[in-house]
């Protein structure tokens, strides 16, 4: 899968791919040198997690924005994604051109979601507000967004 997004992305008008990698601890170096302005992330991956490498690249690389690509669906993932500093999260179900909207998405500041994903997030609030103000909320989930 990784290689079939790089050859998309890489082939798309507008697009360069930097890199494609199989792990955090490949990532991590080469980073710095490439300068992407996005990092399409799985948070489920060999050795270092998806999350926990965002959270390092949000240390390091305070310009790069962080698009999650997974294949789960948990508000437990996807909360701790976005805490950690992701802008968005999309469903690796996601059609090629939706994806390439995404990430024009993110360059432009946006926070592109999966229809199922914004309605969890959605949901996660609604039941939140009935408890506690927005932003106690949010101190509480720990965000750093």
């Known amino acids: 899968m990784r290689e079939g997004l790089r050859e998309m992305i890489a082939g798309s008008e507008g697009f360069a791919c930097c890199g494609a990698y199989g792990s955090m601890e490949e990532a991590l170096p ?68 939706k994806l390439l909207e995404s990430i024009r998405e993110v360059v432009a500041g946006g926070a592109p979601m999966s229809p199922e994903i914004a309605s969890r997030v959605l949901k996660h609030f609604a039941r939140s507000l009935h408890r506690a103000r927005p932003t106690t909320i949010l101190r509480r989930m720990n965000c750093a967004c």
Do not use: W
């Open 30 to 97: 080469a980073i710095g040198s490439a300068a992407p302005d996005v990092g399409l992330i799985d948070i489920s991956l060999p050795g270092m997690s998806g999350v926990d490498g965002i959270r390092e690249i949000r240390q390091r690389h305070q310009n790069i924005r962080m698009l999650v690509l997974s294949a789960y669906n948990d508000d437990e993932r996807l909360f701790a994604a976005i805490c950690a500093g992701a802008c968005g999260y999309l469903l690796k179900k996601t059609p090629p051109a």
